[in-house]
Structure formats: C-alpha cells, structure tokens
C-alpha cells in the first residue's frame, strides 16, 4: 500500500498495545523459534472518520541490525472505518529469533480524503525462555 508523500498525523488517532504475549513457536519454524502475540487497539478520538487502509511494521534484530519490513494493505484482511468514539482491536503476531525492537505505522484516509498516518508505539520482543510469557501494557 502505498500512501501520499505527506500524510498527516490526526489529534487523538491512537494505538494503544494492550498485551504482549511470548512463547516458543510450534516445532518445525525454522530458524525464528519464539513468537510474539500482540494485542492491540486503534482509538479514533478526533472529529473525522478514519479508513484505515495499510500498515507498515520494521522489525530490527539487536544483535545483527537485520530489518524486516512487513508492510501491505488492509490490517488483519480489513479496511477498519473508525467513526469519532470509535475503536478497532485486534490480535496478531510476529516470528523472531533474537532480542527484535518493533515499530511501524498504520495508513489510511480522513473522511475528506487527506492521507492520514498513525505511529505504532515501538515494543521489544526479547528471546523467550520455555513456556509462556504475558505481559500487559497499560
């Protein structure tokens, strides 16, 4: 998805994460042993509706600088329209082998069909040890 060169931020336009989750991935994942489940929400507190229309996520590996760049249209197969008051949740994850920082952005339109953007509060998934590991955000 590719959005205009300028799109605008939008006061009160938040993502919030709300959980974290680690654990060992199924066997037979190659070479990204743990997985990191993300729980999150889009709050739409401004005075316009939001088509959300793509996403971008950079995860960057600590200890190599390795970058790997999700980026594509819709968000989970939707195109999430948040009215003003209105929220979109939802959970995904990512694969990973070492110590990863995350970041990323959401795009999309206002209801007068200005490119919008909205930043992905960035997050560490860190090599987690056996078992399950939750941890929620506030």
């Not at 931020?9 to 060992?24: A, C, D, N, Q, Y």
């Not at 229309?53 to 968000?75: D, N, P, S």
């Not at 490119?115 to 040890?129: D, K, L, R, Y």
Request: hydrophobic share 35%.
């Amino acid at each position: 998805m590719k959005a205009s060169s300028n799109p605008q931020t939008v006061p009160g336009l938040e993502v919030k994460i709300e959980k974290l989750r680690f654990r060992m991935a199924s066997e037979g994942m190659g070479d990204r042993p743990f997985v990191c489940q993300y729980y999150l929400s889009i709050g739409n507190g401004s005075d316009r509706t939001i088509r959300l229309q793509g996403r971008k996520w950079v995860l960057t590996e600590q200890e190599t600088g390795e970058k790997v760049v999700i980026e594509g249209e819709g968000i989970v197969g939707s195109f999430p329209e948040l009215r003003p008051g209105g929220k979109f949740r939802y959970s995904s994850y990512h694969l990973y082998r070492r110590t990863t920082m995350v970041e990323g952005a959401y795009f999309g339109q206002d209801d007068d069909g200005k490119s919008i953007v909205v930043g992905i509060p960035p997050f560490c998934m860190a090599a987690a040890p056996e078992g399950e590991i939750d941890r929620t955000l506030f």
